[in-house]
């Protein structure tokens, strides 16, 4: 079977890609699940209910979030009640949502999804170290094929993770710094893993921001209201093959699709 995972998609113009280039990019490539990360999909911070439903309905068949899922207010009730949108399992047990849920591919095949948060930088309540084995032993209860999420800053712990987990889930996938790694793999015991999977949205820019404004807050220091560039646009991601029997990955490519068509 075949999984395509969407790497973070920034603001409208990242929304417009995915719904104008999704639809194919499943008959295309023939993907029988696809999984993106939506938590930027909102202005380039957050995600609403509203936005989430966009997504799915042009084709996701789940989405996961990362350290701006808080950022708009009303996502909150809509993330205790949805089986399809997932923010990291490591962030406060009292917040409403879950980590892990499991949906069905187009032939019917049950695909765990695992999401979770790196430290450097994002300081989430809990390491994803204290709580990714028992997360995967769940998922394996439900099903042999398993992809997990790591929105991190820090490759080296994409690297240590996707290390940890090979053999035992279907694919690593990082997310987070909206560049995506030439490092594409299947690691010794059938996990593939990709350091960052990229950037959905407009890549003349700096990760997404207008790039005269992001370099004034560098320069300044001074707070400067970020915006979401416009040009560059194109779709990001990786494309991976796997057993449905045995969850074991056999291909991951890097997917790089412009949008509109150049």
């Avoid at 003349?204 to 220091?221: K, P, Y």
């Avoid at 209201?225 to 990001?236: I, S």
């Avoid at 057993?243 to 997917?255: F, K, L, N």
Wanted: hydrophobic content about 45%; proline content about 6%.
């Amino acid at each position: 079977m075949r999984i395509l995972f969407v790497g973070d998609v920034v603001g409208r113009p990242g929304r417009d890609a995915v719904t104008a280039l999704l639809p194919g990019l499943r008959e295309t490539f023939e993907v029988d699940a696809c999984i993106l990360n939506g938590e930027n999909v909102a202005n380039g911070v957050g995600i609403t209910p509203r936005l989430a439903q966009v997504l799915l309905a042009a084709g996701a068949d789940a989405i996961t979030l990362g350290n701006h899922t808080w950022r708009r207010e009303e996502i909150g009730p809509y993330l205790g009640a949805s089986n399809t949108v997932v923010r990291p399992a490591n962030m406060a047990a009292a917040a409403p949502g879950r980590g892990l849920t499991v949906v069905a591919a187009r032939d019917g095949t049950s695909v765990a999804v695992i999401n979770l948060l790196g430290s450097l930088f994002l300081d989430p309540p809990h390491s994803m170290w204290e709580l990714v084995d028992d997360l995967v032993e769940e998922a394996r209860r439900a099903t042999p094929v398993i992809v997990v999420d790591v929105h991190a800053e820090a490759t080296s712990e994409k690297v240590a993770l996707a290390a940890w987990l090979d053999g035992r889930v279907t694919a690593v996938l990082g997310t987070h710094t909206h560049v995506q790694t030439s490092d594409a793999r299947i690691l010794p015991g059938g996990t593939a893993a990709l350091t960052d999977a990229g950037m959905t949205g407009p890549h003349d820019s700096v990760i997404g921001v207008q790039t005269g404004l992001a370099i004034r807050r560098m320069r300044t220091g001074m707070p400067v209201r970020f915006e979401t560039a416009t040009d560059g646009v194109r779709l990001e991601g990786a494309l991976v093959t796997c057993d449905p029997q045995t969850g074991r990955a056999s291909a991951i490519a890097p997917v790089r699709v412009p949008w509109p068509a150049a």
